[in-house]
């Protein structure tokens, strides 16, 4: 069987670059050095240098220079068709490369866990939807190790997660930081507490996030410390239901403080003073390892750090 042809590992070092190729094709078009010159936007004295080198290049000479003008050889002519074909390749890869980027700008899919989902990226994405009014973007929220997994199956062009350090198989950036507090509900017996030890709260059945929330690798951490871990009363999967368990009286719970501004305000629930455990956890923007985010996704990005962001507590 015939062997396929190899393909160059670069190109041959006879072949001029693009850019000498669109001079020469101007020259032709033309008939004139300073005005080929003029119209890619070089002065003569470069575009005659850059045609010698080409000719030097190629071992031909192109043009016939006169005080009339130049005019392209029999040898310069057929190059020009050659290059002609070239340029047209180019135009043509360059618009598919277009393509290709408009494609990708017309969608954004984001992946969040639930607290940023809910009390940081709305804001985000209005700001973004002014910068980007033609992109459409969907957003998928779940648990930090719901939204590392859907950045490693390709669903997702960016993801938000709350924790202690990046999933594996991801890069990311410190965008936040977070507290995550204690709460009941005002006729719990802990509403007048001074104080809580890390001791009581292990020993407590607790309203939880589920295994896999941000908030519930925080907490297991941080009472590890103290040789204890969480003890669920119930575990749920969104921080409004657990809000909700805990403004009945069922028990107490563990929040991020972003998701309790208005509880607190109106005192649906009480926050209860913790010592000796330090619950503050660090929010991030993730993305598939060594696939720095681009285009909406980067915009998006940008905004997370823009003043008027979270404040970084």
């Excluded at 410390?225 to 409004?240: D, M, N, W, Y």
Aim: a positive charge; charged letters at 20%.
């Amino acid at each position: 069987m015939p062997r396929p042809p190899s393909t160059p590992s670069s190109l041959p070092h006879r072949v001029p670059d693009l850019g000498a190729m669109v001079l020469l094709l101007a020259v032709a078009r033309h008939g004139s050095l300073g005005r080929a010159a003029r119209d890619v936007g070089i002065s003569q004295p470069a575009a005659s240098g850059r045609i010698r080198s080409m000719e030097r290049q190629l071992g031909v000479a192109l043009l016939d220079r006169s005080p009339r003008g130049s005019r392209l050889t029999d040898a310069g002519a057929l190059v020009t068709d050659w290059a002609r074909r070239v340029v047209e390749a180019a135009e043509a890869f360059d618009a598919g490369a277009q393509a290709l980027r408009d494609r990708r700008d017309s969608r954004l899919r984001v992946a969040a866990s639930m607290t940023i989902a809910e009390y940081l990226l709305p804001g985000w994405l209005i700001a973004l939807r002014a910068e980007r009014p033609d992109t459409a973007v969907s957003l998928l929220a779940g648990n930090s190790a719901a939204v590392a997994l859907r950045l490693l199956a390709g669903e997702a062009d960016l993801g938000f997660v709350e924790g202690l350090s990046t999933p594996e198989g991801l890069d990311g950036t410190v965008i936040a930081h977070d507290r995550l507090v204690v709460v009941v509900a005002p006729s719990h017996p802990w509403a007048r507490r001074a104080r809580l030890t890390p001791g009581e709260l292990a020993g407590t059945p607790l309203i939880l996030r589920e295994h896999g929330s941000g908030t519930r690798q925080v907490l297991d951490a941080a009472l590890a410390v103290h040789g204890g871990l969480a003890r669920p009363l119930l575990e749920l999967s969104s921080t409004t239901a657990v809000k909700g368990a805990a403004e009945s009286g069922a028990g107490p719970c563990v929040l991020s403080e972003l998701a309790l501004g208005e509880e607190l305000s109106a005192r649906r629930l009480v926050k209860v003073p913790l010592e000796g455990v330090r619950l503050r956890r660090q929010l991030r923007a993730v993305w598939p390892a060594g696939h720095r985010p681009a285009g909406p996704a980067r915009d998006l990005l940008s905004l997370t750090a823009h003043p008027s962001g979270p404040v970084r507590g």
